[in-house]
T-cell receptor
Framework: NAGVTQTPKFQVLKTGQSMTLQCAQD?????MSWYRQDPGMGLRLIHY???????DQGEVPNGYNVSRSTTEDFPLRLLSAAPSQTSVYFC?????????FGSGTRLTVV | KQEVTQIPAALSVPEGENLVLNCSFT??????LQWFRQDPGKGLTSLLL?????REQTSGRLNASLDKSSGRSTLYIAASQPGDSATYLC?????????FGAGTILRVKS
């Protein structure tokens, strides 16, 4: 039982490049979310999903896309990276009560 | 707007002290409240989950209370140890969205 797995752990992108942050969970949780953590800002919700095929926007969705084709996977896509997207990204899942977080992806956009 | 505030922002105590971390939230229509621990450069580890119908939860030296009517939760740490040094995050679940406080940075000196 691996819990919530995020890949990669570290990534450096150039401005304008695209990439996908991967998130997978093996606990059969319906709810999955993406957060970004910035110094002094705490964790802010980017997008979330309440089940396969259902996604919605959080507090800071601009510049990010998500999809949920399976219960297990919830990838986060950056279509055209900007320096403002330099952050630590966390994926989380929940059965409807209590969240489990992945270990994070540290992204730097130069 | 649903906001979560944590006081103090930082705390430094000698080993062995009992301490209290505070969390307040503006909207009392919560599903549950979860306390997390985050070590530098690491992910979030769940400490305690309190359902909206509960008043408190205990795990080892940790005790968390919840007062929905006043919009407050406290995390009590007994007999603090240097290994307790970390950032403690309070998160409130509103529907499908988990809203975080900015955290309390705790340092326990040996």
């Amino acid at each position: 039982n691996a819990g919530v797995t995020q890949t990669p752990k570290f990534q450096v992108l150039k401005t304008g490049q695209s990439m996908t942050l991967q998130c997978a969970q093996d606990m059969n949780h319906e709810y999955m979310s993406w957060y970004r953590q910035d110094p002094g800002m705490g964790l802010r919700l980017i997008h979330y999903s309440v089940g396969a095929g259902i996604t919605d926007q959080g507090e800071v969705p601009n510049g990010y896309n998500v999809s949920r084709s399976t219960t297990e996977d919830f990838p986060l896509r950056l279509l055209s990276a900007a320096p403002s997207q330099t952050s630590v990204y966390f994926c989380a899942s929940s059965p409807g009560y209590g969240y489990t977080f992945g270990s994070g992806t540290r992204l730097t956009v130069v | 707007k649903q906001e979560v505030t944590q006081i103090p922002a930082a705390l430094s105590v000698p080993e062995g002290e009992n301490l209290v971390l505070n969390c307040s939230f503006t909207d009392s229509a919560i599903y549950n409240l979860q306390w997390f621990r985050q070590d530098p450069g690491k992910g979030l580890t769940s400490l305690l989950l309190i359902q909206s119908s509960q008043r408190e939860q205990t795990s080892g030296r940790l005790n968390a209370s919840l007062d929905k009517s006043s919009g407050r939760s406290t995390l009590y740490i007994a007999a603090s140890q240097p290994g307790d040094s970390a950032t403690y995050l309070c998160a409130v679940l509103y529907g499908n969205k988990l809203v975080f406080g900015a955290g309390t940075i705790l340092r326990v000196k040996s």
